[in-house]
């Protein structure tokens, strides 16, 4: 099994950045997609980022420019750079992942957890 806690959210300033971060727990094996994902209130859950086993990396077009995904597999770690936070940006951000590629959101094999907040506001 694998067990995710997200951290690092809070509430910062539109133009603003944070950095969340996605631990995992426990083994998944083969090639996998791990995704960054969100909820905004009264939304469905969409898609953020991705970052494949060989390191590919893929944003949605929401975020394109301005959020970053990366890992540090000695920490089991998985980060999410955001810049230039803007309002809509606002949500519980959630991490993981599936074998399938980036942004099957339909496919993730964990459970979503509790997530981390993130609000951008003045």
């Known amino acids: 099994q694998v067990q995710l806690v997200e951290s690092g959210g809070g509430l910062v300033q539109p133009g603003g950045s944070l950095r969340l971060s996605c631990v995992a727990s426990?083994?998944?094996?083969?090639?996998?997609?791990m995704g960054w994902f969100r909820q905004a209130p009264g939304k469905e859950r969409e898609y953020v980022a991705g970052?494949?086993?060989?390191?590919?990396?893929n944003n949605a077009d929401s975020v394109k420019g301005r959020f970053t995904i990366s890992r540090d597999s000695g920490k089991n770690t998985i980060y999410l750079q955001m810049n230039s936070l803007d309002p809509e940006d606002t949500a519980i951000y959630y991490c993981n992942p599936n074998l399938v590629g980036f942004g099957q959101i339909g496919a993730v094999f964990a459970s979503w957890g509790q997530g981390i907040q993130v609000t951008v506001s003045s």
């Open positions: 970052i494949s086993t060989d390191g590919s990396t």
């Open positions: 426990g083994s998944i094996v083969g090639p996998y997609f």
